[in-house]
C-alpha cells in the first residue's frame, strides 16, 4: 500500500494550459503539504492544509491553488502554466506538524 | 529567521569507506526539531530521522548515526562502510516549535558512493 501517492508522475504540457495534480494519504495524518524541488534540488514549501483549513501559503503566484476535498487529499491545481513552473512538485503528509514527513514520489512538470 | 547549512554541496567516496554529512542550524528559538531526509536518484523523498532540541543523544541505526551538539548548532549524519546504494542527495532540515512549524531545509548534499 502505497501511502502518499500522487498522480500522475510525469506531466508534460503546453504554456497557457491549466493541469491538476492529485495526491492522496492512507495514513491518517492530520496535516498536508505541497513542496516544490527546483532543478537545483532546492525544496521550497507551497501550501499547507491541517484539518482542511489552509494554514500556510507561501509567498506563490495565485496561479496555484490547493484543494483538499477531505483530510486524506490534497490537489493542486495550477492555470496559465508558465516555463518557469517547470520543476518537481511532492506531496507529503506528517502526523502532526512536529513530525517528519512522508513524501509521495514526486510529479515531474514540464512546460514546453 | 532559521537558516540550514549544508556546506558540502558533493561529496565522492570509495565503497566501503565511512563518511560524514555536515549540518549546521541558526534559530534562536529553545525549542526546535532536526530531520535528515535521503532523496536517492529515483527522486523520493524519504524521512531518516527527527531529534528534538532537549534530546543530545546521540544515534545509533545500523551503519547511520547522528551526532548532535547545541554547542555548536551542528546536526552531523555519518554513514559508516558506504555502500553505492548510499548514494544520493541527504537533506537537513530544521522545524521551530510554534508558529508555521513548516521545516526549512538545506540545499542538500549529494554524495556519490563508487564501487
Known amino acids: 500500500d502505497t501511502a502518499v501517492s500522487q498522480t500522475p508522475k510525469y506531466l508534460v504540457t503546453q504554456m497557457g494550459n491549466d493541469k491538476s495534480i492529485k495526491c492522496e494519504q492512507n495514513?491518517?495524518?492530520?496535516?498536508m503539504y505541497w513542496y516544490k524541488q527546483d532543478s537545483k534540488k532546492f525544496l521550497k514549501i507551497m501550501f499547507s492544509?491541517?484539518?482542511?483549513?489552509?494554514?500556510i501559503n507561501e509567498t506563490v503566484p495565485n496561479r496555484f491553488s490547493p484543494k483538499s476535498p477531505d483530510k486524506a487529499h490534497l490537489n493542486l491545481h495550477i492555470n496559465s502554466l508558465e516555463l518557469g513552473d517547470s520543476a518537481v512538485y511532492f506531496c507529503?503528509?506528517?502526523?502532526?506538524?512536529?513530525?517528519?514527513?512522508?513524501f509521495g514520489s514526486g510529479t515531474r512538470l514540464t512546460v514546453v | 529567521a532559521q537558516k540550514v547549512t549544508q556546506a558540502q554541496t558533493e561529496i565522492s567516496v570509495v565503497e566501503k569507506e565511512d563518511v560524514t554529512l555536515d549540518c549546521v542550524y541558526e534559530?534562536?528559538?529553545?525549542?526546535?526539531?532536526l530531520f535528515w531526509y535521503k532523496q536517492p536518484p529515483s527522486g523520493e523523498l524519504v524521512f531518516l530521522i527527527r531529534?528534538?532540541?532537549?534530546?543530545?543523544q546521540n544515534e545509533i541505526s545500523g551503519r547511520y548515526s547522528w551526532n548532535f551538539q547545541k554547542s555548536t548548532s551542528s546536526f552531523n549524519f555519518t554513514i559508516t562502510a558506504s555502500q553505492v546504494v548510499d548514494s544520493a542527495v541527504y537533506f537537513c532540515?530544521?522545524?521551530?516549535?510554534?508558529?508555521?512549524?513548516?521545516?526549512?531545509f538545506g540545499r542538500g548534499t549529494s554524495l556519490i558512493v563508487h564501487p
Open positions: 507529503a503528509s506528517s502526523q502532526n506538524r512536529q513530525h517528519g514527513y512522508t
Open positions: 495514513l491518517g495524518h492530520d496535516t
Open positions: 492544509y491541517n484539518n482542511k483549513e489552509l494554514i
Open positions: 534559530t534562536r528559538d529553545t525549542t526546535y526539531y
Open positions: 531529534r528534538n532540541s532537549f534530546d543530545e
Open positions: 532540515a530544521l522545524q521551530v516549535s510554534g508558529g508555521s512549524y513548516i521545516p526549512t
